[in-house]
């Protein structure tokens, strides 16, 4: 993955703002525009980049995406313009027409292009690799590390973009144009170095919007930040199928001043630091009273609910003295405890200890804080190495640092399953704390989870290869970078992996094969999007011998499998789950299918998406040998017919997908059978279906 | 745990008298849930033609009272268990309009009876209380924390 250049705010190449007309000419012009914003409030039509006004304020500026920094997934790949995150760059280019916006299928065959070729590209960008639950529902399917951490609506991808000028900003737009609804969240980078959410998704946003394309523009927090940084998170699991995003574009107001302003948000940044402070160092370590909100009992803090803030100024004796006088007697009155029977005082604490540490188990780590807070008794508990023998800083990013490690790493003394997923962007954590946390706490850790950390280096992942022999899981999901990080013997040393996923991530061929050499009970392996420079089928031959018990298996887009990969696979007998997609390309596939359909009488999840040498004999021995499957991806194939279709769905009795876009076989007419079968089968099948 | 003991032997019913003087009349199988202490008192008195009244000094009948409504509802449910007598729990909590720490009480009475399901669900309950409240002087205010 290429990650674009960010432009510090500091050395930004300083754009001038549009042209600074007149300021005479423009008076009456800019009062009128200045009203009628304040009418409308907002997007004033083909979204050029819009001067409306101009104060000592900036002016109201649109903007789109520049560039991308950072995706979790991407339907895509980035050598390829189809599907990728970079194809929110610039204008919306399809919006308003709705639809799925296929790449120029490699379609030449050896008599000469097909006739179905189409020279659309793909302008939409497919955020994720995934959509609905059907993920969750395979047999590769993880379970979330500390899963009472997360949100609601847990972020399952995200995208990072930024934009030209910085802005105060006013509106996001994004541009859906293809099953929209997957946006759950928008960050915002300000210049503070701190990142804020502007808007959360609710229940009620959740209802599945009309299948159309939209504007998706929610209503933003008020903010006075300065930023061109957005981040978007996307949540699959109510899609029908893939979402795809057009254009992101950025409304707000810019400043002219940056300079200035950058000194105010010190001061707020300062603000910020303090507030953190409060979440990472418990009280005992200053080894003194509490933090100082933290005094008082229910007066104190119906005061502060009451926004009570006496401010000392020279006659803030008297007006202490006047409140005692005059304002106490009334205010007690008003809050004064209920006479009559008190009610029985019993305290938390007075719950046994197992008790209270079960209860805090149930917490997530920022509540866990907040109780470590309350007292000396409740720090004591909160700190227990129990409740930290899962760790997930995954739902934290924005505010997981060294300093948190650091906290983390005095009370993990028993963790066993490390999630520092997404965490460390733009520099908050540090490789040399990484690593003096995995050698501290890492040598007991069974799962291990990096995906999309920035702050991965090479010696960090020697470090996890010479500490964490225990590991059975290793997730570096979207570690790709050149040269790429997996390319030394140290990981090698881990001989007890069950789990390892790849996705997205360069390697070394010969690091990879000395691993599944060393790692006989492998059961599952996510090698998707691992890049050109690997050869599948040496891979498949290394997986035939040693990694026999192979329970999954990805390589969606792998590169250089042929028929004779393929026909090392089938050497997996108990494969139940293998993802082919975009795979063997045109070659012929042998009777390599029919090989592993026998073979692996166990195969729930079976994705060929585009695999184009599927043939028709091959989809007879689908439906008469796919007794177990479950999910079925056909997406592409040329050969299927409707009668191959009724044939598979009517063998393969524990079908819950089949996903037949693009299959240019099945004509429009089709289309009302296929429905009408997925009711009688009770099979959600997926169609190129034009609505 | 449950036996089948004659029919001669082994009364329907259990007497519970907890502090305040209030005997509670228990259903035999329902009795069995009410956790170990109690099924261990029982697989003591076996032999026994009736139970006399069985103490239980460290809770007050409010607390009982709840506790055999609970579990009640519960004793009948086959799947799902674990949502669906915590929403139950919830629900019973609300119609009485209970403080939190009713809930304390109703925490440390399955502790001291050894009833593993209630105390799980009620566990989790607190924890989602804790995780409502925005800072650390809300945790303290509701649950009469002493700071120090």
Same mark, same amino acid.
């Given at each position: ?87 929110? !760059? ?208 229910? !007066? ?27 304002? %106490? ?142 590991? !059975? ?199 009302? %059978? ?18 | ?57 460290? !809770? ?89």
């Amino acid at each position: 993955m290429s990650l674009l250049a960010y432009v510090e705010p500091g050395e930004s190449s300083d754009t001038e703002p549009e042209a600074e007309a007149e300021p005479d000419a423009l008076v009456d012009f800019t009062a009128m525009l200045r009203q009628r914003q304040r009418e409308y409030g907002g997007w004033f039509g083909c979204g050029s980049k819009m001067q409306a006004e101009q104060s000592d304020q900036g002016y109201y500026l649109e903007q789109y995406v520049l560039g991308v920094l950072d995706f979790s997934s991407q339907y895509g790949i980035d050598y390829s313009i189809s599907y990728t995150a970079a194809n929110v !760059i610039g204008r919306p280019t399809k919006f308003p027409a709705y639809g799925d916006y296929p790449e120029t299928f490699p379609m030449v065959s050896r008599s000469g292009p097909c006739r179905t070729v189409r020279s659309e590209f793909p302008f939409n960008s497919r955020p994720q690799r995934t959509y609905g639950d059907w993920w969750q529902r395979a047999p590769s399917a993880t379970r979330e590390i500390q899963a009472q951490n997360l949100p609601k609506l847990a972020t399952h991808d995200y995208i990072v973009v930024y934009f030209e000028e910085f802005v105060v900003p006013t509106e996001v737009a994004i541009f859906e144009t293809f099953n929209p609804g997957a946006v759950v969240r928008i960050w915002a980078y300000g210049l503070t170095k701190h990142w804020t959410c502007l808007w959360e998704a609710t229940e009620s946003d959740l209802a599945r919007p009309a299948l159309d394309s939209r504007r998706f523009a929610p209503a933003l927090k008020k903010t006075t930040m300065i930023t061109k940084t957005l981040r978007i998170d996307f949540n699959h699991s109510r899609l029908n199928y893939y979402t795809e995003i057009d254009a992101i574009m950025l409304c707000g107001r810019t400043v002219s001043k940056t300079q200035s302003l950058l000194g105010r948000q010190q001061r707020t940044k300062q603000s910020h630091q303090s507030q953190r402070q409060a979440l990472v160092s418990p009280p005992a370590e200053a080894a003194g009273p509490p933090a100082p909100d933290g005094s008082g009992g229910p !007066i104190s803090y119906k005061l502060r609910t009451l926004k009570f803030q006496p401010k000392c100024h020279e006659d803030g004796a008297t007006k202490l003295h006047d409140f005692i006088n005059n304002d %106490l007697s009334q205010f007690l009155m008003e809050h004064s405890v209920e006479g009559g029977e008190p009610p029985p005082r019993v305290c938390l604490t007075d719950l046994p200890f197992e008790i209270l540490l079960r209860i805090l188990s149930y917490l997530d780590l920022k509540s866990l804080f907040r109780v470590g807070q309350v007292s000396r008794t409740f720090y004591d508990i909160s700190t227990h190495p129990l409740l930290y023998a899962e760790l997930s800083l995954k739902p934290y990013w924005h505010v997981a640092s060294s300093e948190l490690l650091c906290t983390l790493a005095r009370r993990a003394t028993m963790l066993r399953k490390l999630d520092l997923s997404w965490c460390g962007a733009l520099g908050n954590v540090s490789p040399t704390e990484f690593k003096k946390f995995l050698t501290q706490r890492g040598d007991n850790l069974t799962h291990l989870r990096l995906n999309s950390c920035k702050f991965l280096n090479a010696s960090c992942i020697e470090n996890v290869g010479i500490v964490c022999d225990n590991l !059975i899981e290793l997730s570096l999901r979207n570690c790709a970078t050149d040269p790429p990080l997996l390319n030394f013997s140290c990981l090698a040393n881990l001989k007890n992996l069950e789990r390892l996923d790849l996705f997205q991530t360069a390697f070394e061929t010969e690091l990879l094969l000395s691993m599944l050499e060393g790692n006989r009970k492998l059961k599952h392996l996510n090698l998707a999007f691992c890049g050109v420079s690997v050869n599948m089928d040496n891979v498949a031959a290394h997986l035939a011998t040693y990694n026999t018990q192979l329970i999954s298996l990805d390589l969606w887009k792998a590169h250089f499998l042929s028929a004779r990969g393929l026909l090392s696979l089938t050497r997996l007998h108990q494969l139940e789950e293998l993802d082919l997609g975009w795979c063997l390309r045109e070659a012929s596939l042998g009777d390599g299918l029919f090989q592993l359909l026998s073979n692996c009488p166990n195969l729930k999840k079976l994705f060929l998406s585009a695999v184009r040498g599927t043939t028709e004999r091959d989809l007879m021995h689908i439906a008469a040998l796919g007794k177990n499957l479950e999910q079925l991806d056909l997406m592409g194939i040329l050969n299927i017919t409707h009668e191959r279709v009724y044939d598979i769905l009517v063998h393969c009795p524990k079908l819950q997908l089949l996903d037949l876009s693009f299959c240019d076989n099945i004509m429009d007419r089709d289309f009302d %059978l296929l429905a009408e079968w997925s009711h009688q089968f009770t099979v959600d099948i997926k169609t190129s279906r034009r609505y | 745990m449950s036996t089948t003991p004659p029919e001669s032997k082994m009364p329907i019913f259990v007497n519970l008298q907890t502090n305040d003087g209030v005997v509670h009349t228990v259903d035999i199988r329902l009795a069995h849930q009410l956790g170990e202490t109690i099924c261990g008192i029982m697989r003591m008195e076996e032999g026994c033609y009736s139970f006399d009244i069985i103490p239980l000094p460290r !809770i007050n009948g409010e607390i009982m009272a709840f506790i055999i409504k609970w579990c009640t509802l519960v004793q009948d449910l086959e799947d799902n268990v674990m949502t669906r007598s915590k929403e139950i729990f919830l629900n019973l909590l609300k119609k009485d309009m209970a403080q939190p720490h009713f809930l304390l009480q109703l925490l440390k009475a399955s502790d001291y009876l050894g009833m593993e399901n209630f105390t799980a669900v009620g566990a989790k309950l607190l924890a989602e209380a804790i995780n409502t409240c925005r800072n650390s002087e809300e945790i303290c205010y509701r649950f009469n924390v002493d700071r120090d």
